[in-house]
């Protein structure tokens, strides 16, 4: 079981949760991050620094989002490692508060 970074990360890429992850297990997208499950040892700490609550223990995922826990092991593999925090995307305050933005979700890595 590991950590999963749900659809409310999409299109604002705080990366708060970069700068506490013990083991550098976040991986980057052009508009949003993933955990690899593979590396990731359910630590917590990345949880509470999410601005937009976008990170879930697994047995947590709102069921709306159980799609994302296939899309962090697979776009994990395919993305860059990301290791330090940096400025949220210029979108960040536009989509913060938007429910749903599944179609904005950028298969590129970064
Ligand atoms: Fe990193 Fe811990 Fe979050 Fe897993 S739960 S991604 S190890 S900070
Ligand atoms: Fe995304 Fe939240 Fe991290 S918006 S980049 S999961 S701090």
Redesign the pocket.
């Known amino acids: 079981m590991a950590y999963i970074?749900a659809e409310?990360?999409v299109a604002?890429?705080?990366?708060?949760?970069v700068a506490v992850c013990p083991v550098d297990c976040f991986y980057e997208g052009e508009n949003?991050?993933v955990i690899s499950p593979d590396e990731c040892i359910d630590c917590g700490a990345c949880e509470p620094?999410?601005?937009?609550t976008?990170?879930y223990e697994e047995d947590e995922l709102p069921e709306k989002w159980t799609e994302y826990v296939e899309l962090n092991e697979r776009l994990a593999g395919e993305w860059p490692n990301i290791t330090e925090q940096k400025e949220a995307l210029p979108t960040a305050d536009e989509f913060k508060e938007v429910e749903s933005k599944r179609d904005k979700l950028s298969m590129n890595g970064a």
């Open positions: 970074v409310p990360c604002c890429k705080y990366t708060d949760c949003m991050l620094e999410c601005p937009v976008a990170i």
